[in-house]
């Protein structure tokens, strides 16, 4: 049976609009590109960046604004890791680019003892070297490609293991205060971008450092919210939704809200409403349940 080519095309087009649609959604929420910006775009030879990377060339040619784009690839020297391949997709584009070259894979070897997690040391020897050579191009921007179940994982690593409500912003400030570091598919589901990398035919470039560990506490977290979505459809949705709409005063954090000075004459802003506000009450199960009577 052959596919209809029209019907290819157009679900081809589909999934790129939607693409476009969520980035330029999360790029107006949080004001991440603005006119004369120059948007250093990361570029992994993963599928993520390589997505950031279409997207943002397709959003720029019908912006009402004026943006750069310089596309930039951190050669760690990882062993195999094929040199031609992203100068070659980038000229074909003609997106200009830059290629740094430093050796972090043989420091991340050296460093970090056999069987245990690279990801800490390996980003950070990373992140210090995209700063300078953001200064170094006069980027105003630094575009990386995580997605929502990055953000997710994220918010779920902390929780667990840090002991801290935080996720990964969409939009940051690094802590020199020289750079701002922005996430365009922010919204985006991990699925649309496997879908689109297949679609567009990406040439990818496995890591053979993050790629390599199985035991990862992050790998751990993606499956966990993969199970809660294939027995609750619309369970990421919800808790990806969640960060954005949060009620400081109903949580513990005095930081964040004054408990201290709360009384009977200060108008209440989040009270009793707040507890239930939006919770769906068919979704509790009333099996099992006793009811007790206080005298």
């Known amino acids: 049976m052959t596919t209809d080519p029209r019907k290819a ?56 604004i004026h943006f750069d784009i310089v596309a930039v690839n951190l050669d760690q020297k990882q062993p195999g890791f094929p040199e ?3 100068p070659n997709y980038l000229r074909n584009l003609e997106v200009p680019f830059h290629i740094e070259e430093q050796d972090t894979y043989s420091i991340v070897k050296r ?8 990801c800490g040391l390996c980003s950070r020897l990373r992140r210090g070297i995209l700063y300078r050579v953001a200064d170094e191009l006069g980027a105003t921007k630094i575009a990386l490609g995580h997605h929502r179940e990055d953000i997710l994982e994220t918010l779920l690593l902390n929780m667990f293991y840090g002991g801290k409500l935080k ?3 969409p939009k940051l400030k690094s802590d020199d205060g020289r750079h701002i570091v922005i996430r365009p598919l922010a919204y985006v589901p991990e699925k649309y971008l496997e879908a689109y990398a297949i679609q567009e035919n990406f040439p990818i470039i496995p890591c053979n450092l993050c790629g390599s560990q199985t035991n990862l506490q992050r790998v751990a977290m993606k499956e966990l919210l993969k199970s809660w979505e294939k027995s609750h459809p619309g369970r990421v949705e919800s808790i990806f939704k969640s960060l954005t709409q949060v009620t400081p005063s109903h949580l513990l954090d005095s930081e964040l809200f004054d408990f201290q000075d709360l009384s009977l004459n200060v108008s209440p802003n989040e009270g009793d409403k707040a507890i239930d506000e939006g919770f769906d009450s068919s979704c509790i199960s009333t099996e099992n349940v006793q009811l007790i009577q206080f005298n």
């Open 167 to 169: 996720a990964m912003p």
């Open 84 to 86: 031609d391949v992203l």
């Open 111 to 118: 460093v970090v003892p056999e069987g245990k997690t690279t």
């Open 9 to 64: 095309a157009y679900e081809e087009n589909k999934l790129a609009k939607k693409l476009c649609r969520l980035a330029g959604q999360a790029i107006g929420d949080f004001k991440m590109i603005e006119d004369g910006d120059k948007v250093m775009v990361c570029l992994s030879g993963g599928k993520d960046s390589y997505a950031m990377l279409d997207v943002l060339l397709k959003l720029r040619a019908r912006a009402p």
